[in-house]
């Protein structure tokens, strides 16, 4: 008997969700590195952070495109905007924050670490020589005693 049955005969759901499952793995698998993103995603040492939100995406936005391209992330009271610029292997990542202070910027790239910089007082930023890969930004904002953190979500440069 095949995994079709019978003409006539009823499925069983079991049945059913198998065949549906094996259509899905052949047509659209999971990323092969799906594992690796969701682990990098997780282990941000503070959890408590604050997840921005993507306002807009344009179609070179660098996630696995290429050229330069714009990505905005909001959440409640801060907009962080970059524009991504590829060169070579590397990328250039120009920002602004608004509202505008010097606050704490942080890049991570899955299996490269991080770098970091500091926004000027106008929330201007640049982050060079970032490699390709899995990545998110983080805004470090207030001082020591009353500090908050906003993390993107994650793009694949």
């Not at 179609?59 to 714009?70: D, I, K, M, P, Q």
């Not at 640049?126 to 390709?132: G, I, Y």
Request: charged share 25%; net charge negative; hydrophobic share 40%.
């Amino acid at each position: 008997m095949n995994d079709l049955g019978t003409p006539g005969e009823a499925f069983s759901d079991d049945l059913i969700l198998a065949g549906i499952g094996r259509f899905l793995d052949e047509l659209d698998p999971p990323p092969d590195d799906l594992v690796q993103r969701v682990q990098f995603a997780l282990a941000l040492e503070d959890l408590d952070v604050e997840v921005a939100r993507w306002e807009r995406l344009d179609n070179l936005a660098g996630v696995r495109g290429g050229g330069t391209g714009t990505i905005t992330f909001t959440v409640s009271d801060l907009t962080v905007m970059i524009n991504l610029t590829k060169i070579g292997k590397l990328h250039r990542i120009d920002g602004w924050l608004v509202p505008a202070g010097q606050y704490g910027v942080e890049v991570r790239v899955a299996e490269h670490g991080t770098s970091s910089t500091t926004a000027d007082e106008g929330g201007r930023f640049v982050l060079d020589n970032v490699p390709r890969g899995t990545t998110q930004i983080l805004v470090h904002l207030g001082d020591v005693s009353c500090r908050r953190t906003v993390v993107t979500p994650t793009v694949v440069l």
